[in-house]
C-alpha cells in the first residue's frame, strides 16, 4: 500500500534560518506530489505541486521542492523562514492510477521563533 | 471564487449518538471528497464522489458511517452511532474533474468532538 513518510514531527527554528523538511514516499509508479500547509485555525492549502518536467519546483511565499526520484523524496526547502510560516506542512501523494486521491504524511510541524 | 463551505464549524456530541456533517464545494467541481483528519496525523480520505456516483469508499466505516451526495451538489457526512474515536477534524474537498487532483479546494473542516 501506498504510504508517505515525514521525518520531523516538530522543527522548531528562528526567524532567518534555513529550513528543509523531508518527505519519502512509497509507491513505485508515477506519482504526483503536493506540499500543503496549514496556518494555525485556516484551511489547508496548496504550497506547491509537481507532475512531471523539472524536478525542482518553485511554490509561493519562496518555498520550493525537489523530486528526486530514485529516493523516493520530495523535500521542501525554503532558504530563509518568517515568524509568519509558523505553521503544520503535509506532504502529499497521487499515483496517477487512483484519480483523486490523495496519501498524506503525518505532517510537521513548524515554530519560527521572531 | 467562493470556497468549499462546511458546516457546522464545531460539534461536540456523546458517545453513541449521531451527527451529520454538510459541504458545498465549488461551483462546477464534479469530484468531492471526504478526508479525516485525527489529531497528529494527515487526513485520510473516506469517500471520492464523482457527481452524485461513488468513486472510492474503500476506507469508510459503513458500519457507522455514510454519506451521500445528492443531485451531484451538496453532500452530507453521517455517523451513528459515534465512537470515542471518531474524534477528528472532518475535512471536505472538490476539484474540478477526477483526474485533476492538483485543482483541490479544502473546507475549513468540522472539529467533532466526542465525549
Known amino acids: 500500500a501506498q504510504s508517505v513518510s515525514q521525518h520531523n514531527h516538530h522543527v522548531i527554528l528562528s526567524e532567518a534560518a534555513s529550513l528543509e523538511l523531508g518527505c519519502n514516499y512509497s509507491?513505485?509508479?508515477?506519482?504526483?506530489l503536493f506540499w500543503y500547509v496549514q496556518y494555525p485555525g485556516q484551511h489547508l492549502q496548496l504550497l506547491l505541486k509537481?507532475?512531471?518536467?523539472?524536478?525542482l519546483v518553485k511554490g509561493i511565499k519562496g518555498f520550493e521542492a525537489e523530486f528526486i526520484k530514485s529516493k523516493f523524496s520530495f523535500n521542501l526547502r525554503k532558504p530563509s523562514v518568517q515568524w509568519s510560516d509558523t505553521a503544520e506542512y503535509f506532504c502529499?501523494?497521487?499515483?496517477?492510477?487512483?484519480?483523486?486521491?490523495?496519501?498524506f504524511g503525518q505532517g510537521t510541524e513548524l515554530s519560527v521563533k521572531p | 471564487e467562493a470556497g468549499v463551505a462546511q458546516s457546522p464549524r464545531y460539534k461536540i456530541i456523546e458517545k453513541r449518538q449521531s451527527v451529520a456533517f454538510w459541504c458545498n464545494p465549488i461551483?462546477?467541481?464534479?469530484?468531492l471528497y471526504w478526508y479525516q483528519q485525527i489529531l497528529g496525523q494527515g487526513p485520510k480520505l473516506l469517500i471520492q464522489?464523482?457527481?452524485?456516483?461513488?468513486?472510492?469508499d474503500s476506507q469508510l466505516p459503513k458500519d457507522r458511517f455514510s454519506a451521500e451526495r445528492l443531485k451531484g451538489v451538496d453532500s452530507t457526512l453521517k455517523i451513528q452511532p459515534a465512537k470515542l474515536e471518531d474524534s477528528a477534524v472532518y475535512l471536505c474537498?472538490?476539484?474540478?474533474?477526477?483526474?485533476?487532483?492538483?485543482?483541490?479546494?479544502f473546507g475549513s473542516g468540522t472539529r467533532l468532538t466526542v465525549v
Open positions: 464522489f464523482q457527481n452524485n456516483g461513488v468513486v472510492d
Open positions: 474537498a472538490s476539484s474540478l474533474d477526477l483526474g485533476e487532483p492538483y485543482g483541490y479546494t
Open positions: 509537481y507532475f512531471s518536467g523539472d524536478p
Open positions: 461551483s462546477g467541481h464534479a469530484t
Open positions: 509507491y513505485g509508479g508515477t506519482v504526483n
Open positions: 502529499a501523494v497521487n499515483a496517477n492510477n487512483q484519480g483523486g486521491k490523495l496519501i
